[in-house]
């Protein structure tokens, strides 16, 4: 099936530091979404993006749609240990019997080094 | 509130059995979607139940088919599972309708794997 060309596959970096990944497709999405999963769980929703060129934070974490509506990325700020894990892009399309389905990046693994 | 809450959380089944999994919403979401995530890849999308009918079906064959019942709570059903069928299985709930954006709360999955 289709998924969305996310970038990096993995980071290792060092606490303190920020971090960035990206999520591009070829086709149009009205909603881009941001989660993360950690071993043994399900995605947890980060952020919601309804809008082109919506920037949104929430903590430590900032999301933007891009203008296209074809990219979005996430950027993390400071990063801490607990802040390592998998994280996903996903485009959702609303309307014209298509507005259920989300469709993901294969993640980004962020390892952090304390 | 309690989330979504997924049985069994692993199972181990032999090619050509049956398997069916289990699903309760999160309270408050009448809208029941499932999704398989292979080994290092992302979740893709099976079919969405709203109303107790399919609203929607990805890439993936009849032998996969779903219920959802009136309390919003749903089931997977895989017939004759085959060896690319082990992955785990996550069930998400929302309250959106056939319209809308739909923000999903998933559960933590049901892992299968077939021998």
């Known amino acids: 099936g289709q998924q969305l060309n996310q970038s990096p596959q993995s980071m290792f970096i060092q606490e303190g530091e920020d971090v960035s990944m990206n999520c591009t497709s070829s086709s149009i999405f009205n909603t881009w979404l941001w989660y993360k999963q950690d071993p043994g769980e399900g995605p947890v929703l980060l952020i919601a993006l309804y809008k082109a060129g919506e920037l949104t934070s929430n903590g430590r974490l900032t999301a933007q749609f891009g203008i296209t509506r074809k990219d979005s990325f996430l950027n993390i700020s400071a990063s801490i240990p607990s802040d390592v894990g998998i994280y996903f892009c996903?485009?959702?399309?609303?309307?014209?019997?298509?507005?259920?389905?989300?469709?993901f990046g294969k993640g980004t693994l962020l390892t952090v080094n304390p | 509130e309690t989330g979504v809450t997924q049985s069994p959380t692993h199972l181990i089944k032999t090619r050509g059995q049956q398997v069916t999994l289990r699903c309760s919403s999160q309270s408050g979401h009448n809208t029941v979607s499932w999704y398989q995530q292979a080994l290092g890849q992302g979740p893709q999308f099976i079919f969405q139940y709203y109303r107790e009918e399919e609203n929607g079906r990805g890439n993936f064959p009849p032998r996969f088919s779903g219920l959802q019942f009136p309390n919003y709570s749903s089931e997977l059903n895989v017939n004759a599972l085959e060896l690319d069928d082990s992955a785990l299985y996550l069930c998400?709930?929302?309250?959106?309708?056939?319209?809308?954006?739909?923000?999903?709360?998933f559960g933590a999955g049901s892992r299968l794997t077939v021998l």
């Open positions: 996903a485009g959702q399309r609303v309307g014209g019997g298509s507005n259920y389905k989300l469709t």
């Open positions: 998400a709930s929302s309250t959106g309708t056939t319209s809308g954006a739909n923000v999903l709360t």
